[in-house]
């Protein structure tokens, strides 16, 4: 089909007219920015409301402003983010009350997850294209969201992540994590490149375990085909401190991005307590198991 000039001005307008477009039932966006360079409008607004996404921009160019939102309007929530493999051209911001917070350059490491809180219901990041002298480079920019409610009766923001779990929050995080797992931490390491802390577990019982996700292994000694399905390593957030105690513990957690965070460590011991003063006074959400 041939194309006339107004036809290729009509598809020229709709595409203006989609780039400004609210994308609110959507998680995933891709664009270029070719676009924006032959527009000359420096930054794009990108709308997303949902838990769990993907953001590609091809040919990076200007900018992005992108807001996300929780599909529980209104509700607060943590945002983590982590750049895809290969992701390349531009670098990313979280925008505070009064500048903006740089969170990631093109040379981080793709394993490297930031997490942040929101701000009146709403996370917003602004994607900067790296200052080039080819403007047809070709560089991918992708990067993965996932949020997290936080519940508001819980009290528990992002700030104070590495406090104890109390009582109403270790019940809340035993019904609705991904996994509950008990058994010794038998190895822990502080990678201070990726900012997390990596605990070695050896499992002696599974509460609950949600998805097909698999845990990783990180001792490059032991082939992965070798290493006994009863260990497992999870992360926390390297600020928090964590250190390797005796006995056993309960680990509670979500995968945030393809990996195991911890939400709750408790010894054993206190999840037996909280768990018999729940069943007496009926205050449990879900079936607690020894």
């Known amino acids: 089909m041939k194309l006339t000039l107004p036809s290729i001005i009509l598809l020229f307008l709709v595409s203006i007219c989609e780039a400004g477009r609210p994308n609110l039932d ?17 930054v794009q607004p990108v709308y997303l409301r949902c838990n769990q996404g993907t953001i590609r921009w091809h040919y990076p160019q200007g900018a992005l402003r992108i807001a996300l939102q929780s599909r529980s309007a209104g509700s607060p929530f943590s945002a983590c983010i982590r750049r895809s493999k290969g992701s ?47 403007l047809l480079r070709r ?8 949020l997290k409610k936080i519940p508001r009766r819980s009290n528990k923001s992002l700030a104070d992540e590495c406090q104890p779990c109390s009582e109403q929050q270790l019940l809340h995080h035993y019904c609705s994590s991904d996994f509950v797992l ?12 990726l900012r997390i802390t990596e605990l070695t577990v050896r499992i002696s019982k599974t509460h609950r375990m949600n998805g097909l996700q698999k845990f990783p ?22 600020k928090c401190g964590t250190k390797a105690g005796s006995g056993e513990y309960l680990f509670l957690g979500k ?14 011991t206190e999840w037996k307590k909280v768990r018999r003063k729940a069943l007496e006074g009926g205050s449990n959400q879900c079936m607690l198991n020894l």
């Open 217 to 238: 292994w990180l001792l490059n000694d032991i082939p992965e085909s070798e290493v006994p399905s009863n260990y497992v390593v999870l992360q926390r957030p390297l």
């Open 139 to 146: 560089a991918t920019a992708e990067f993965s969201y996932h």
């Open 26 to 42: 959507n998680c995933d966006w891709t664009g270029s920015g070719t676009l924006e360079m032959a527009l000359s409008r420096g």
């Open 88 to 134: 390349s051209g531009a670098r990313i911001y979280l925008a505070g009350k009064k500048k903006l917070h740089l969170i990631f350059i093109s040379e981080d490491s793709v394993d490297l997850v930031k997490c942040v809180t929101s701000q009146e219901g709403q996370v917003t990041l602004y994607v900067e294209a790296d200052p080039i002298s080819d």
């Open 182 to 193: 008990q058994g010794k931490v038998i190895d822990l390491f502080h990678n201070q490149p």
């Open 255 to 268: 995968w945030v991005l393809g990996n195991p965070s911890l939400d709750c460590i408790p010894r054993i």
